[in-house]
Nanobody
């Protein structure tokens, strides 16, 4: 499985960005995709995740501002993260992930995309 992420960049506080991550390869029909982020000097944290059936889960810090969605059209599964009302504390490297054979309650990741940097200036 390969994950290809895109969409990071530099924005000002209050602006929006949309991240995309396309997964290809041996993807099970039951899976979870989503995003973690890691800010400088901090641990990686889960931002949002979505199951193949569309169930979602968000970190409290992004609820109401970020929206995760996905397109399951084969041959690729693509996950999106629409980030609105961005804050300086959202600055981090964002990593997409895929967890095969899992439902929304599953944890961890089997595969990772390359990180994409999001920088929010104040």
């Amino acid at each position: 499985v390969q994950l290809q992420a895109s969409g990071g960049g530099l924005v000002q506080a209050g602006e929006s960005l949309r991240l995309s991550c396309a997964a290809s390869g041996s993807i099970f029909s039951s899976n979870v995709m989503g995003w973690y982020r890691q800010a400088a000097g901090k641990q990686r944290e889960l931002v949002a995740k979505i199951s193949a059936g569309g169930n979602t889960n968000y970190a409290d810090s992004v609820k109401g501002r970020f929206t995760i969605s996905r397109d399951n059209a084969r041959p690729k599964n693509t996950v999106y993260l629409q980030m609105n009302s961005l804050k300086p504390e959202d600055t981090a490297v964002y990593y997409c992930f895929l967890l095969n054979g899992a439902t929304i309650v599953g944890s961890g990741a089997d595969y990772w995309g390359q990180g994409t940097l999001v920088t929010v200036s104040s």
